[in-house]
């Protein structure tokens, strides 16, 4: 196993020479204005084959819940709402989005519009076909939850933590592991 070690002097400047741009004027004129609304307890998917990032649902306030799918484009900073040719997730937030070779993936999160309920489905969207498809599970499966850590390494996500509405600090330490199966192409 290698290590790498970080070496702060290696850095010209250091991170006093960090600076960060505030790119949203530039983004609102490249979308021209279609952005998505305000919104937390959501994440962003990068696209490993390079060039766009993804972002699904989320909370907008309260009883605010969102379904839309976005598609940045980190080369022409711009946004695009995507138009699934079927019916996907319902509206939720605290999900966790991860992307692998033209699909998406996302595992359970929770809806809020009063009561709070959390979701243990699985969903995969196909880039190509703009199709999502809900994987079903044969046995068992992870408990109902939001705000938990989701990996995609090879074929197989992973999820970890996360937290559950069932009762004051239903919070989760436990690991999944499901296989995601080869989508059908037309």
């Not at 010209?12 to 952005?35: A, C």
Request: aromatic content about 14%; charged content about 20%.
């Amino acid at each position: 196993m290698m290590r790498m070690c970080f070496d702060p002097a290696s850095m010209q400047g250091g991170f006093s020479s960090l600076g960060w741009s505030n790119i949203t004027e530039t983004v609102l004129k490249n979308s021209g204005g279609r952005v998505p609304k305000p919104r937390h307890n959501t994440n962003m998917a990068v696209d490993s084959d390079g060039g766009m990032a993804y972002l699904f649902g989320g909370f907008g306030g309260y009883a605010i819940n969102f379904d839309d799918l976005w598609q940045f484009n980190v080369d022409e900073l711009s946004w695009q709402i995507l138009s699934p040719t079927n019916e996907g997730p319902t509206m939720r937030g605290g999900t966790n989005l991860v992307s692998r070779q033209g699909r998406l993936a996302l595992f359970g999160g929770a809806r809020c519009s009063p009561v709070c309920k959390c979701f243990d489905d699985l969903w995969v969207y196909d880039l190509s076909s703009g199709q999502w498809i809900e994987l079903k599970a044969k046995e068992s499966k992870p408990p109902a939850r939001y705000k938990h850590n989701t990996v995609w390494f090879g074929d197989s996500l992973w999820i970890f933590g996360g937290e559950g509405y069932r009762f004051s600090q239903d919070y989760h330490n436990d690991v999944w592991k499901v296989t995601v199966p080869s989508l059908p192409t037309e």
